[in-house]
């Protein structure tokens, strides 16, 4: 690294320390790409194990993208966000970035990639909590003025216990909350994108909350947030699973091999998640919850799972009465509006 050379407080690493660390990017070392650059294993001479990004081009607007990134991760510290260690300098010959390495994978490789189908189902409750853990990092960075921009389960890392790591800032945008809006073109993975912000280039806090309602669907459901085997009008899974809700649908949505039929404590969560993520995707931003409201709403489903395993427990098998957590009356009125389809992208 070179000697006292700091960049937005982060050390500055040099493109030959990095080609070294990654034998010289080597196709072994690849861990994933994405749409601004492909992201390798390495090991630093110090010994730690890191990921590498190394952007595709080195072009104006990855500069800035680059500089983003750099300058948001070294305001954030949070268990369930990735870290950075580094990065080579804006006028190097490469943009690279260089965060701490997590082993396990993303949630879409758990769930939907080749990983998925050779190995065991991801268990619902390892499920829940990665649920709550992305929905507690997307909270503290809402309160730290900070929109993602860019939700999605490639960008949720999993540690080997399966503690969660939300990733790649590159899209994130600064939100200062003396203001309702940012104008700003549209830009996201498509199937995840904010449907409003798509229409009319507002971005808020509440599209990370469309977006994360599409994660919460592909938990539940174990499917692509995109697949064109799908009638036309559900290509885009929220609009899949707005159908499926809308008429309590729920067994035609969630996965069966989570237990969805066999398990009765397991069918309330999953049909509670699913009705907390239809409040998520609805068309007016106005009308979804606030990030941190998404966040205590799933702490309220697993409260109240415990509340009703405890009462049978207390009872002999009888269910007491548990409130439940969901606001019954609002989803109900929101199934009863006009349905809107969502944009692809």
């Keep these: 690294m070179e000697e006292s050379s700091v960049y937005f407080e982060v050390p500055i690493f040099t493109s030959g320390e990095l080609e070294e660390a990654t034998n010289n990017f080597a196709s072994s070392n690849e861990l994933g790409d994405g749409g601004f650059g492909t992201v390798y294993s390495g090991k630093l001479r110090d010994g730690r194990e890191v990921a590498v990004k190394r952007l595709y081009e080195h072009s104006y607007r990855r500069v800035k ?31 690279l970035l260089v965060y701490e390495y997590i082993s396990n994978g993303t949630v879409a ?5 080749q990983r998925a189908n050779s190995s065991p189902t991801l268990p619902w409750q390892i499920r829940m909590n990665i649920a709550i853990e992305t929905a507690t990092a997307l909270t503290y960075l809402h309160a730290s003025e900070i929109i993602h921009r860019d939700v999605k389960t490639k960008n949720i890392l999993l540690e080997e216990n399966f503690g969660v790591k939300v990733a790649d800032f590159g899209l994130s945008r600064l939100f200062p909350d003396d203001v309702s809006h940012i104008s700003t073109a549209p830009q996201g993975t498509p199937g995840y994108v904010d449907p409003e912000y798509y229409q009319c280039f507002q971005l808020t806090e509440k599209s990370d909350v469309y977006s994360f309602g599409v994660v919460l669907i592909e938990l539940i459901s174990s499917k ?3 697949d064109i085997s799908r009638e036309r009008h559900e290509i885009c899974l929220a609009n899949f699973a707005i159908n499926k809700i ?3 649908a729920h067994g035609e949505l969630i996965d069966p091999t989570l237990g969805f039929e066999s398990d009765s ?5 999953t049909t509670s998640v699913a009705e907390l993520a239809f409040q998520c995707l609805q068309q007016d931003k106005e009308i979804r919850p ?20 405890k009462s049978v427990d207390a009872d002999e098998g009888e269910d007491a009465l548990v409130p439940s957590p969901m606001n019954n009356d609002k989803v109900q009125l929101l199934k009863n509006m006009r349905l809107t389809h969502s944009p692809v992208s």
Excluded: W
Aim: positive net charge; contains cysteine; aromatic residues 4%.
């Design 109 to 113: 490789d758990h769930i939907h990639s």
């Design 65 to 95: 993208q680059f500089m983003n990134e750099v300058e948001i991760l070294t305001r954030l510290r949070h268990k369930n966000l990735v870290s950075l260690y580094g990065c080579t300098s804006r006028h190097s010959r490469e943009l």
């Design 224 to 226: 692509p947030a995109v």
């Design 265 to 269: 404590e397991i069918r309330r969560m």
């Design 246 to 248: 809308r008429k309590c």
């Design 290 to 309: 606030s990030m941190n409201e998404v966040l205590e709403e799933l702490k309220a489903i697993v409260r109240y799972e415990n509340a009703v395993n």
